[in-house]
């Protein structure tokens, strides 16, 4: 008898279980059939009255029933979340096209950004990074650096004197003096700086713009290890091969004194406007230390020697970038600093 | 400088090195060449002809003349508007399709109902020299052939720079010497110094500060002719930028431009007495100068006198009184040797920079006047025939000391190239170069200077291993890293520092400018700083630029303005420094700021706190405390920046007067003072416990209550459980009346020992309510 009600129990609830169009039918259908007063407990409790052989075979056959239904109903109850999570994930369609909002972080100075490079290559072959006056001593632009008021050298340095005798420096050179007196020998420095020249303003010209000092004060030092520091500062500043020469210069505070030539980027040799059409750019006047400097900066010239060199920051930002008009530098014009 | 390819080819001969090529050359061995350019290329298709009759143009100046070419060009007809042309003449013919000086293209055309078929030139057609009044007469020479010393000659330019140190270089001999050192060829000197007569002196000399013209030499001629230069010495003046005058001033700047030595010629009967004084000028004494210009002289300069005053400021201009005209007959030729700085000094006090001037201020050689003159003798003959000395050479002179011998060692030589050296090579180098060589000891030099590079170029060791190393070519030393000890160096503290606070503002949405450290007068009074107060440039670009920035605030007024309009908002920030002027001759102090400014076009109060919260990121935990404005901060929003204990800074509004269009807030920093602060110290406190308790509290008050002041009354009355005091929001509105706001406050307590009981958090709270509201507020409930 049992077993019939059993089987006719199980034949309904599957199809209650099956026909249950959303969660809470499937619920109720628990509820009917699988719940503390359904229709299995019912089951259960009848089974009570039965005798102890009969009962344990419906015992038997009332779990089977049980466990079929549980799974079912779990598993549709599983499918029926899997629905609403999916619907929900749905309505939560996000356009990621959309821009962000919010600040974007602004741009360091070009001119910045080359100087720490060059900072950071120097400060890894054991130079310090050292500053000096923008407003600077005759003595100290001058006269230090082997150049006498009436040496002609002044001439190619045309310069912004201020009233009181002082001057705003030509070139960072009077920081190697400077660095001598502090540091003595030896002595490894380079000194990034702003430097002045009285001169009209044009697309190539700027009376303010940016140097790198360096020098290097040792026990014999050479030509050939001054060739090492300017080819691996190049190589870092361009982070690719460059075409370089070097032919003799003459700076009165190096004897000998170079210039250091690097084929022009922008052109690559064939001549443009920045290279004045001759397909090399002068980089960077060098040269060992003239032994009257190095008296001057209080280090005595029998027993050390070394190099010295002076790189236009301002001409290299110009190459990096193939910036064609030098005033953009200083212009504070953010359509201009941005792209950086 | 400009050198003549074919000069020095006349120098070096042999030298078959292509003009660019010998350009290259000596770019990379002596100095910088800057160009290289051909001169009067034309020349190459130039022959001369001769005219075989002229016929007048009906209505015109214009002759139609028929000339013959030579067998290449044949007879032509030429319609030629020259005063000169006429029958018979020899003169020069442009052939069509040729282009001339100036850029004139001669093609056949139809001129006046005749057909030009060509062009019958003038000196400054050709480029040859600056004569335009009729086409050139030539003789002796056949129709058809080239025009003869006029060949096509290229001109290199050299960078006056890199000649500084080289008196030498500023004649073609010396340059022609590199040449023929790095070629190996032999140079041809062409000065022949037995031409200088013997004899005693027609004139004498009299040198009254040796110091100043250590020599002065000279000759005297009689019979004179003045008249135009031959036309081969005229071109070749005109190649290298030199203006033709006449023949005798043409020798003079030929030699000037062949051995670097300036020379003068005065006319002799022009002079008064037969002694030239070299002395130096009298304090007003005047000289009308050869460019017709009257100086007032002072001690300080040279003058070359007669008995009666100057004639001419030694070494840098002639006087106009002496000049040579076409009816001298006897001139003093002065060859002389002037001390380089008194040259210098004068050139620039009296801002007059002429060849001379400029040759003298590099030191020259006083052992090359005399030659000079040998070469004068030669040249005088060819372009006054007729010119005859008058006695023996004049010559007084100091003679400096002979240039000490400079000893080098093979070893430090080898040593400081960075490559070995063989000694031979290095003997050959120094004596192509004319240094004289001995070997006293094995492997050590003893290396002699010739004069006309002793007189400032050479004097130590460092200068050897240069003619050395150029010659050898610096591309042969192999770059090597040096063997060092593994010091660390010193730490630019600041520095790093400047940079991280870039990176601060960067990464908080600011972009960097870079401003000029000049200001004008304008600008400074604009914002309230006395100009007198400033650093003043002697000698300033312009008016504008005549002050040295002691605020950074002008130069970020003018990026607001010029990027408002192009941007509706923008922030920028530059670090550059302030310079203070300090008394007398003391360097000014130069104080490194932060300026960062922020603007808006329909902007509110938002830039002032985004400013703000800059500061905190930089400085965290410091104050905006209000404070009394200046003449260009908003009067109502302006506050200082002060950080543990200092003022630092300030943070204010652009005042609207400053701005026509949106709003501008301004943040400045002294960056000196931030960081002689250092670093903030980090102290480790112990994780909290127990856990904390909060509240709310909203405080009716006036309108313009300090919400840091509220704060500060809150965290007072708290006592030691106060963890934090934040702040939330204020309202103002209805049941509010009209003249008050509630601000509302998060107020956290806690202790390190128990959790806080109800009752000691609301007797914290009373408390802090009680505080209040005997100062005046009132609590909202």
């Known amino acids: ?340 | 400088m400009k050198f003549s390819y074919n000069w020095l080819r006349e120098l070096v001969p042999g030298l078959e090195l292509a003009p660019r090529e010998l350009a290259r050359q000596i770019t990379m061995k002596t100095a910088e060449c800057e160009g290289v350019e051909p001169y009067a290329p034309w020349m190459q298709a130039v022959v001369a002809a001769r005219v075989e009759s002229v016929e007048p143009i009906e209505g015109s100046h214009n002759v139609k003349a028929v000339v013959d070419a030579g067998p290449e060009y044949g007879r032509r007809t030429v319609v030629c508007g020259a005063p000169n042309c006429r029958p018979g003449l020899l003169t020069a013919f442009v052939p069509p399709g040729v282009t001339v000086a100036g850029g004139k293209h001669v093609r056949t055309v139809l001129i006046q109902g005749v057909e030009s078929q060509g062009m019958l030139a003038s000196g400054a057609e050709l480029g040859l020299n600056r004569d335009s009044a009729g086409i050139l007469e030539l003789a002796g020479v056949e129709p058809g052939a080239p025009i003869p010393g006029c060949p096509v000659d290229h001109v290199i330019e050299v960078d006056n720079k890199s000649l500084t140190h080289r008196p030498d270089l500023w004649g073609h001999l010396g340059m022609a010497r590199e040449v023929a050192a790095f070629t190996s060829l032999r140079l041809a000197d062409p000065v022949r110094e037995e031409l200088i007569p013997n004899g005693p002196p027609a004139w004498r000399v009299d040198i009254r500060d040796f110091d100043l013209c250590p020599r002065y030499s000279a000759l005297v001629f009689e019979n004179v002719t003045v008249g135009p230069s031959p036309l081969w010495l005229q071109a070749r003046l005109e190649a290298i930028g030199l203006n033709p005058i006449s023949n005798i001033v043409d020798v003079t700047n030929y030699i000037m431009a062949e051995l670097a030595e300036p020379m003068h010629a005065f006319d002799a009967d022009l002079l008064h007495g037969e002694t030239i004084i070299v002395r130096r000028a009298e304090e007003g004494e005047e000289l009308e100068a050869l460019n017709g210009e009257t100086y007032r002289l002072s001690p300080s300069n040279l003058v070359i006198a007669d008995a009666r005053g100057a004639v001419a400021l030694a070494g840098v201009i002639g006087g106009a009184g002496s000049a040579i005209r076409e009816s001298t007959r006897r001139i003093v030729l002065e060859s002389a040797n002037f001390e380089a700085a008194c040259i210098r000094r004068t050139s620039a006090a009296l801002k007059i920079r002429t060849d001379a001037s400029m040759r003298f201020e590099k030191a020259q050689d006083p052992a090359n006047t005399v030659r000079a003159l040998a070469r004068a003798v030669e040249l005088f003959q060819l372009v006054s025939p007729g010119i005859r000395l008058v006695g023996g050479l004049v010559d007084s002179w100091r003679r400096p000391p002979e240039p000490k011998p400079i000893e080098l060692e093979m070893e430090w030589l080898s040593r400081r190239l960075g490559r070995p050296i063989a000694k031979d090579e290095v003997r050959r180098i120094l004596e192509s170069l004319s240094f004289g060589v001995e070997e006293p000891r094995p492997q050590v030099f003893l290396v002699s200077v010739p004069s006309w590079r002793a007189t400032r170029d050479i004097s130590i060791k460092e200068d050897l291993l240069e003619e050395v190393g150029r010659m050898v070519g610096y591309g042969t030393v192999p770059p090597e890293a040096p063997l060092l000890p593994a010091r660390r160096p010193w730490v630019n503290e600041e520095r790093l520092f400047h940079h991280a606070v870039r990176q601060m503002a960067a990464a908080q949405g600011f972009t960097e400018v870079s401003n000029y450290s000049f200001i004008s007068e304008e600008m400074a009074q604009r914002f309230g700083m006395a100009p007198e107060e400033h650093l003043r440039v002697a000698n300033p670009i312009s008016v504008e630029q005549s002050l040295l920035r002691r605020s950074l605030l002008p130069g970020i007024h003018k990026n607001i303005l010029d990027n408002s309009r192009f941007f509706p908002s923008f922030r920028l920030f530059e670090i550059g420094n302030e310079i203070h002027k300090r008394p007398g001759r003391e360097l000014p102090l130069e104080v490194p700021h932060l300026m960062a400014a922020v603007y808006a076009r329909d902007g509110g109060a938002e830039a002032f706190f985004e400013l703000k919260r800059l500061a905190e990121c930089l400085m965290p935990g410091c104050e905006t405390r209000p404070c009394a404005p200046r003449s260009y901060e908003h009067p109502a929003r302006t506050g200082e920046i002060v950080w543990r204990g200092r003022t630092l800074g300030r943070l204010f509004e652009l005042h609207p007067r400053f701005i026509e269009q949106g709003r501008a807030s301004i943040l400045d920093v002294d960056l000196a003072a931030m960081f002689a602060l250092g670093p903030l110290p980090k102290k480790y406190t112990p994780l909290r416990r127990f856990p904390v308790s909060e509240f709310d509290l909203s405080i009716v008050a006036g309108l313009r209550v300090h919400c840091a002041e509220l704060a500060a009354r809150i965290r007072g009355a708290a006592g030691p459980m106060c963890e934090r005091v934040q702040y939330l929001y204020s309202y103002r509105g209805r049941p509010l009346p009209e003249d008050r706001q509630s601000l509302t406050y998060r107020i956290t307590l806690g202790a390190p020992d128990h959790t806080l009981s109800s009752e000691e958090v609301a007797s914290v709270r009373s408390a802090i309510i009680a505080a209040l509201e005997a100062a005046g507020y009132g609590i909202r409930q």
Request: proline share 6%; with cysteine; hydrophobic share 45%.
């Open chain 1, 1 to 340: 008898m049992l077993d019939s009600t059993l089987s006719d129990i199980e034949a309904r609830a599957v199809s209650a279980i099956d026909a249950a169009a959303d969660a809470a039918a499937l619920e109720e259908a628990r509820v009917e059939f699988l719940g503390r007063k359904g229709a299995l407990a019912q089951i259960g409790r009848e089974m009570g009255k039965l005798p102890p052989e009969e009962r344990a075979r419906i015992g038997r056959l009332l779990n089977a029933v049980k466990q079929n239904l549980e799974e079912r109903f779990e598993k549709k109850k599983a499918w029926f979340e899997e629905q609403a999570l999916a619907a929900r994930l749905d309505a939560e369609w996000l356009d990621v096209t959309l821009p962000a909002p919010g600040l974007r972080p602004g741009s360091l100075h070009p001119l910045t950004q080359i100087q720490k490079e060059l900072e950071d290559v120097f400060t890894s072959l054991g130079f310090a990074v050292v500053d000096g006056p923008e407003v600077e001593t005759e003595w100290h632009n001058f006269d230090a650096l082997n150049i006498p008021p009436t040496h002609p050298a002044r001439d190619a340095q045309d310069t912004f004197w201020l009233e009181n005798g002082l001057l705003l420096r030509t070139h960072t050179s009077p920081v190697q003096v400077r660095a001598m007196e502090r540091f003595g020998a030896p002595l490894r420095i380079i000194a990034p700086g702003r430097v002045f020249r009285n001169e009209e303003v044009d697309a190539s010209h700027e009376h303010t713009f940016y140097q790198l000092e360096g020098m290097m004060i040792d026990r014999d030092v050479s030509i050939g290890h001054m060739l090492y520091f300017m080819k691996t500062l190049l190589e870092a500043v361009f982070r690719r091969d460059v075409t370089v020469r070097l032919r003799p210069g003459f700076f009165p505070f190096v004897e000998p004194g170079f210039e250091l030539d690097i084929q022009c980027l922008l052109c690559g040799g064939e001549g443009c406007p920045v290279c004045k059409q001759s397909g090399w750019v002068e980089l960077l006047p060098c040269g060992l230390v003239h032994p009257n400097v190095l008296r001057a900066g209080g280090i005595d010239p029998e027993q050390w020697n070394g190099f010295a060199f002076g790189l236009g920051l301002t001409r290299l930002v110009m190459m990096r970038y193939g910036i064609d008009d030098i005033r953009l530098l200083q212009s504070g014009d953010l359509r201009f600093l941005q792209q950086f």
